[in-house]
């Protein structure tokens, strides 16, 4: 069984910076995306960041291209998300997860999940 462990959440203020890692255990060849989704109070999970585990491509969502950066270990059991110039708007739970299958934007379709890490941007 896949385990996830996300840390690296703090308070910090408007244009500062946090990188998140995400501890994997049990990797396994067979998971092809992994990736950051967060959820703010009040709002839906929405996808930030992906990594297709075999090629290192990466997506990131409009709202944070330029300013968070998703990578992974060349053992595959870290995962990071390097967020710079942070805004208050990035305020919310930060989850690490992954899928069997290729990189899509439901959070309903990945079978792994972290317990999540919280972020908090004040201005």
């Known amino acids: 069984q896949v385990q996830l462990a996300e840390r690296g959440g703090d308070s910090v203020q408007a244009g500062g910076s946090l990188r998140l890692s995400c501890v994997v255990s049990?990797?396994?060849?067979?998971?092809?995306?992994m990736g950051w989704f967060r959820q703010a109070p009040g709002k839906e999970r929405e996808a930030v960041a992906t990594?297709?585990?075999?090629?290192?491509?990466?997506w990131h969502a409009d709202s944070v291209k330029g300013r968070f950066t998703i990578s992974q270990d060349s053992g595959k059991d870290m995962l990071r998300l390097q967020m710079d110039n942070l805004q208050p708007e990035d305020s919310a739970t930060y989850y690490c997860?992954?899928?069997?299958?290729?990189?899509?934007?439901?959070?309903?379709?990945?079978?792994?999940w972290g317990q999540g890490t919280q972020v908090t941007v004040s201005s």
């Open positions: 049990r990797y396994t060849d067979n998971l092809a995306c």
């Open positions: 990594i297709v585990t075999a090629t290192g491509g990466t």
């Open positions: 997860v992954a899928r069997y299958g290729s990189c899509i934007l439901d959070p309903a379709f990945y079978n792994y």
